[in-house]
């Protein structure tokens, strides 16, 4: 049984296998979008786990037994099911084929953090959650399981069972009953990609959440990891921009810059210098300062455009910016228009 895929062997039709966020990275990869270098530990590899841990009826029972009027009795369920994953044995067979394809991935890529910070082998990766009920037009699970950034191999395997568990926070067990999916199998599968030490970092909505003008997107950006916009931390910039427009082939309106209104921030979300990440005080000089420049702004609405464009459909897009380059670590459908 093969356990684990590279973002090149895996397309839009395999969220059953990668979840939807391994299937959209895969999608984009192949699509030529500037995606960090990754692989997908398969769906498979969480159900052999609970196969050969003997955890499968357990997990359906404890789940059964939910009173959802008491969330006392969804927190003691929850403890009970993350404790037991992540204290079982990852199968021998599983480890190997993930180590194998955290070196291969390391030999073909930089080190995120510049020299001096780390030891010489260190090579970092965040590892994320991708359920494979995930970004589906019936259930959409942004932000309700775990990821870890900046993980060394010592931790890999660690972090990889905390993203499987994470489908038994109170959180994600309460969405999968609000969604009427607590007796449906949801599998996690993990995303493992090399890790984008962002100078900047943000969300762009392909078309405008508020106005759900289609000729409008919304770019937000603020300082250091995307971790502080995704988790409301920060108030950050906000540009809107107006696409490009074409008819009959032809370019009929190129796309421009309509607004720009620049935040404040006083706090943003950085690497450690051993690994994980810490929040930190932005700089006196850069906190009234302007994320991206127009020419940026412009760049990054251009690629986002391009993914709308080829998935036909408004997308909700992460991405960051490292050393003047601008990477795509997400995309998902906008389900709230």
Known sequence: MKFTKTFNQINKNDADIAGGKGASLGEMTQTGIPVPEGF??????????????????????????????????????????RGLIEKIEVPMEIVEEIKKSYVELSKNCKPCLPAGRLTANSFFVAVRSSATAEDSSAASWAGELESYLFTNQELLITNIKKCWSSLFTPRAIFYRHEKGMIKNHVAVAVVVQRMINSDVSGITFTVHPVTCDPNQMIIEAGWGLGEAIVGGMITPDDYIVAKQQVTSNKVTSDMRIQDIMVSEQEKMIVAKKDGGVEEVKVPSLKKDKQKLSEDQILEIAEICQKIEDHYGFPCDIEWAFEKSKFYIVQSRPITTL
């Open 40 to 81: 997908v530990i398969l769906a498979d590899a969480f159900n052999y786990f609970l196969e050969k841990s003997g955890l499968i009826a357990e997990v359906e029972s404890e789940l059964n037994k939910i009173n959802f009027e008491d969330p006392n009795s969804v927190e003691e369920t929850s403890e009970r099911l």
